[in-house]
């Protein structure tokens, strides 16, 4: 058994074991994987996955961006270089490790309920929203939540199906389309789903490649 005498040695060896302890507690413990997306165009939304961030390249498909992360003390803005995937979708890479959420590719059927995940200026907000069909549309539509009407500044934000309590990314809100339907005029929002994104799951090639960890005083 080792035995140390002097303080400041002693000192020392516990400043060594608690440095990883508290890299191992950091904030992104706290799973915010809504991130916003700024490019010259202007912003949108996106959602950071296992697999690595994705977006639709809704106000620019090339070029420079800012990533803006939010984690358990404030937000941290990173910046990448946008990459595409193909159908549409987007993906860019992070010095650091962003929270992050897994993705389901299971297909939503009608009727089954969701929760839609965008963000504002007071933080990250919620609504639960049904899955919807129209023979005119092709693609995945749910209920326009009362609290995003009028509001085109939610392109990006995560759809998500909850299992068993966790959160699993299900596809990305791409629009808001209008339709005529017996009831009079209604309101939806389309959705970018499970039949696209999982081309993020092969871009990243070399994803057991082992990379020195980052670490940085904003991120500890």
Known sequence: MLQVTSPL?????????LYPLAACMGTRT?????VVVR?????????????????????????YIEVSAWFGDGPSIEPSVIEPLGGGLYT???EIRLPTVPLTFVEPTEGEKLLVVG???????????RV???????????????????RGDQTGAGVFRVERGERKLLGLVSGILRLQTDRGQREFMTVVGPQDLWRLTTHRRDRERVQAPVYRPDIL
């Open 9 to 17: 040695v002693r000192r020392a060896l516990v400043a060594l074991v």
């Open 30 to 34: 706290i799973a915010d994987p809504i």
């Open 39 to 63: 490019s010259a165009g202007g912003t949108e939304l996106g959602v950071s996955t296992e697999y690595g961030l994705i977006f639709l390249g809704h106000t620019a498909r090339a070029g």
């Open 92 to 94: 860019a890479d992070t």
């Open 119 to 129: 963000r504002g200026s007071g933080g990250t907000r919620s609504f639960s929203v």
């Open 132 to 150: 919807r069909s129209d023979p005119r549309v092709y693609g995945i539509l749910v209920d326009l939540p009362r609290g995003l009407r009028g």
